[in-house]
C-alpha cells in the first residue's frame, strides 16, 4: 500500500526510497531487513549462467493529451502551488495544555485532537461534508505486525461537530460518544480487527 523504490548501482551500491511521512518507517525498515538477511543467506559466488534483461532506455514523455498541453498543466500547477504557499502562514502557539491535561480530564486525548481537525475544517467553512481522513496505527502486538488505518471521521463525530459549531448543551453528551467509538475503533484496529488492510500480505 506504499511506493516502495530499491535503486541499486551498478557498482553494488543501493539505496531504497519510499513514499510516506518520515517517522512511519517501522515496515518499510523491516521490508529492508528482509531483503538484507536474504542477500547475506544467498550464495554471491558467480553461477556462470547469463541473465537477459530488456534493454534500458529513456521514456520519452509526450506532452499533449485531451485536455491540452501537458507541460502547460504543469507549468499553471506549479505556479498555483507557489500562490498557495506563498498566502500560507504558519504560527507556532506554545501551550502546556496536552495528552496529561487531556487525560486528567478524563478525555480521550487521540480523539480530541481528531475532533478539532474536523471542527476546525467546519469553522473555515472547507466544505460541507469532513474529508476522509485517516490515521496510522501500529500492530505491534502481533510477530511482524504492520500499520492499520484508524477513520476518525464517523457519523458520530459528524454530529458532535455539527453541534459544538452551533453552540448547543448537547455537545458534550456527543463528544463522550466519539471517544467511545473511537477508543472502540483503535483497540480494534490494534488487535487485528481493522477493515483496511486486512486484505493486504
Not at 65 to 82: F, I
Amino acid at each position: 500500500d506504499k511506493s516502495l523504490q530499491f535503486i541499486v548501482s551498478p557498482t553494488g551500491q543501493s539505496g531504497f526510497n519510499w513514499e510516506h511521512a518520515w517517522w512511519d518507517g517501522y515496515n518499510t525498515m523491516y521490508i529492508c531487513d528482509l531483503v538484507l538477511q536474504s542477500a547475506h543467506a544467498a550464495s554471491m559466488e558467480p553461477s556462470g549462467k547469463g541473465c537477459s534483461f530488456p534493454a534500458i532506455h529513456s521514456l520519452d514523455f509526450v506532452g499533449n493529451n485531451r485536455s491540452g498541453n501537458l507541460r502547460d498543466l504543469v507549468t499553471t500547477a506549479q505556479a498555483e502551488l507557489a500562490r498557495n504557499f506563498a498566502s500560507t502562514k504558519l504560527s507556532v502557539f506554545e501551550s502546556e495544555f496536552g495528552r496529561s491535561k487531556l487525560k486528567a480530564s478524563m478525555c480521550a486525548p487521540d480523539a480530541t485532537y481528531q475532533l478539532a481537525f474536523q471542527l476546525a475544517w467546519k469553522n473555515l467553512g472547507l466544505g460541507n461534508l469532513p474529508p476522509s481522513t485517516y490515521e496510522a496505527c501500529t500492530m505491534t502486538s502481533f510477530l511482524h505486525g504492520r500499520t492499520e488505518v484508524v477513520r476518525p471521521v464517523s457519523s458520530n463525530s459528524a454530529k458532535a461537530v455539527e453541534l459544538l459549531a452551533a453552540g448547543s448543551s448537547a455537545a458534550g453528551e456527543a463528544v463522550k460518544a466519539v471517544y467511545k467509538s473511537h477508543t472502540k475503533e483503535v483497540v480494534e484496529c490494534k488487535s487485528g480487527n481493522g477493515v483496511d488492510r486486512l486484505l493486504q500480505a
